[in-house]
T-cell receptor, first 112, second 114 residues
Framework: GENVEQHPSTLSVQEGDSAVIKCTYS??????FPWYKQELGKGPQLIID?????GEKKDQRIAVTLNKTAKHFSLHITETQPEDSAVYFC???????????FGTGTQLKVEL | DSGVTQTPKHLITATGQRVTLRCSPR?????VYWYQQSLDQGLQFLIQ???????AKGNILERFSAQQFPDLHSELNLSSLELGDSALYFC?????????????FGPGTRLTVT
């Protein structure tokens, strides 16, 4: 089955700095790559996604890049703010299994 | 607010018991997914229903079952509960099948088995 690795597991940055979280996957047939933000006591919130025919996607301070050849994708958050502090999960969809496989999560802390 | 609702928010029960978790998808969404989130296993896909039919199965135990009703709400039934079943259970919904449409998660049900 699909295997998704996510790094780092924890990330601490100063407010205003950039944060980058990386995920690698194993199944070359994977074609959809969402990122979720989970705040304490809440469900995962979809923040950005990318499909296999696109290399990069931006939404204000958030961007995702995809390298299908190397089978990895990354979340980039610029000008971080305290409210960005949360756990971030990457996920991979593989059509054959018709399900999302999640990474293990990254605890992001933005310090003042 | 994603538009996906789940009840109850918290559930405390004893080993050996049976519980039912309920999920209402976003208006217009036909697919419902169930996930389990525990500290040691992360977010694990359990099962998917699309318009009343089971479409995909993950690592769902035989003690667990689910269904999707004609009004598209879904229930996850957990029986013969064990301590290790304590976890957060999330429901997500999408317009169609995953990979074509985004999945939106509900707030979850926290199950504690004592």
């Amino acid at each position: 089955g699909e295997n998704v690795e996510q790094h780092p597991s924890t990330l601490s940055v100063q407010e205003g700095d950039s944060a980058v979280i990386k995920c690698t996957y194993s199944d070359s047939a994977s074609n959809y790559f969402p990122w979720y933000k989970q705040e304490l006591g809440k469900g995962p919130q979809l923040i950005i996604d990318i499909r296999s025919n696109v290399g990069e996607k931006k939404d204000q301070r958030i961007a995702v890049t995809l390298n299908k050849t190397a089978k990895h994708f990354s979340l980039h958050i610029t000008e971080t703010q305290p409210e960005d502090s949360a756990v971030y999960f990457c996920a991979v969809f593989t059509g054959g299994g018709n399900k999302l496989t999640f990474g293990t999560g990254t605890q992001l802390k933005v310090e003042l | 607010d994603s538009g996906v609702t789940q009840t109850p928010k918290h559930l405390i029960t004893a080993t050996g018991q049976r519980v039912t978790l309920r999920c209402s998808p976003r208006s217009g969404d036909l697919s419902v997914y169930w996930y389990q989130q525990s500290l040691d296993q992360g977010l694990q896909f359990l099962i998917q229903y699309y318009n009343g039919e089971e479409r995909a199965k993950g690592n769902i135990l035989e003690r667990f079952s689910a269904q999707q009703f004609p009004d598209l709400h879904s229930e996850l039934n957990l029986s013969s509960l064990e301590l290790g079943d304590s976890a957060l259970y999330f429901c997500a919904s999408s317009v169609g099948l995953a990979g074509v449409y985004e999945q939106y998660f509900g707030p979850g049900t926290r199950l504690t088995v004592t």
